[in-house]
């Protein structure tokens, strides 16, 4: 075995790039979004994975994530996987720890697949060519205009047909306002599916009220009416209502997803690859559901899910988030198009997940 490819560095680079105009949703505001890359190498070659997660995110991979995976065998992604939570063990699993994790499997796997010469989907086997995608933004900070440009440039120019605005402004404290917001945003995209996203800002009660309202403008898709930490309101929720209702990007736990499921809080299953554990935990999210008849959405960094979900029979789509779409086109080279509404990953036969840092552009944003 001694000719066995091994991994022989673990790099982090942290990038902080401001956004276009100040952002927010229902119960947080952000200016700057951080990005947190992780090289791994294995002797010429060299997988890049990454995670939106605090600087800190860094230096727990170079504390305690990189010493266990550099000199394992390149090829046996799990095991570094299983090796990583191990090591976090004492400084806990769920929020930056699996975040590092995340990162550094996406790593992995991209530097298997450049090893094998393969494009990632192709190494882990597809299961369709085209990945759905929809359109995420529509911030409360934005005016009427902005809105409107934005939804009109998904449908009428990307060809997205499927696009999702933020509500719950103030923590549900302008629930009229709300409404008005997702009318506008009905008058602007015409038939295509609409989507909204209250990211845990409502009221159990005050949710269901917004659910049945909201009916009447044709929206089928309803993100976190409350929080998605508590799992039986949402489920009531979710009979109450007669949009599907979404929750899971902050799952960091395989059992997470099982408790989620169990409790019969969703109609449609969402994890972050680069929060869960990577791609390994990803797929294994993704099962779960299949088992229970349920679809899984990509929350999110939509370049770091796209082979992988293109391996999933249950993928509903990936969210097109104007943030991180943003940062990954500033950041690297390969990035895909949504042209007709869907990514085709590895169509180039570029191997792994065809991405490269452009350490050009990236450079003014490198933070340390």
Request: with cysteine; glycine share 10%; aromatic share 6%.
């Amino acid at each position: 075995m001694s000719d066995t490819p091994v991994v022989d560095r673990v790099e982090t680079s942290v990038f902080a790039v401001p956004t276009d105009v100040p952002e927010a949703d229902g119960t947080l505001s952000w200016d700057t979004t951080t990005a947190v890359v992780v090289t791994v190498g294995c002797a010429d070659l060299t997988g890049l994975g990454y995670t939106y997660a605090p600087a800190a995110t860094a230096r727990v991979v170079d504390g305690l994530l990189a010493s266990v995976v550099t000199g394992s065998p390149a090829l046996d992604v799990p095991r570094a996987n299983e090796a990583m939570q191990r090591a976090v063990r004492n400084a806990g699993l769920p929020g930056i720890a699996a975040q590092a994790i995340s990162a550094v499997d996406i790593a992995l796997w991209d530097c298997k697949a450049r090893l094998l010469g393969l494009p990632l989907m192709r190494l882990l086997g597809a299961a369709r060519d085209e990945v759905p995608v929809y359109g995420s933004g529509g911030f409360t900070t934005y005016d009427d205009e902005r809105q409107e440009r934005q939804l009109r440039g998904w449908v009428e120019e990307d060809d997205v047909h499927r696009v999702k605005i933020k509500i719950a402004e103030s923590w549900g404290g302008r629930e009229e306002h709300d409404r008005q917001r997702v009318a506008r945003a009905r008058s602007a995209i015409g038939d295509s599916e609409l989507y909204v996203d209250a990211n845990g800002g409502y009221g159990a009660k005050q949710a269901v009220r917004v659910g049945r309202a909201l009916a009447d403008e044709g929206v089928t898709w309803f993100e976190e009416p409350v929080s998605s930490d508590h799992l039986t309101t949402l489920a009531a929720i979710r009979d109450q209502v007669p949009q599907e209702v979404a929750a899971g990007e902050y799952g960091y736990t395989l059992p997470y997803f099982e408790h989620m499921l169990a409790a019969g809080a969703v109609d449609c299953l969402q994890a972050d690859i680069t929060r869960c554990g990577g791609i390994t935990v990803w797929l294994r999210a993704a099962a779960l559901a299949q088992a229970r008849g349920i679809d899984i959405s990509g929350h999110c960094a939509p370049h770091a899910h796209a082979h992988a979900a293109a391996a999933l029979p249950n993928l509903r789509h990936l969210e097109w988030f104007h943030d991180h779409v943003r940062i990954e086109r500033i950041l690297f080279d390969g990035v895909l198009s949504p042209d007709g509404g869907t990514l085709t990953p590895g169509a180039d036969g570029a191997p792994g997940l065809g991405l490269t840092l452009n350490e050009k552009r990236a450079r003014p944003y490198r933070v340390g």
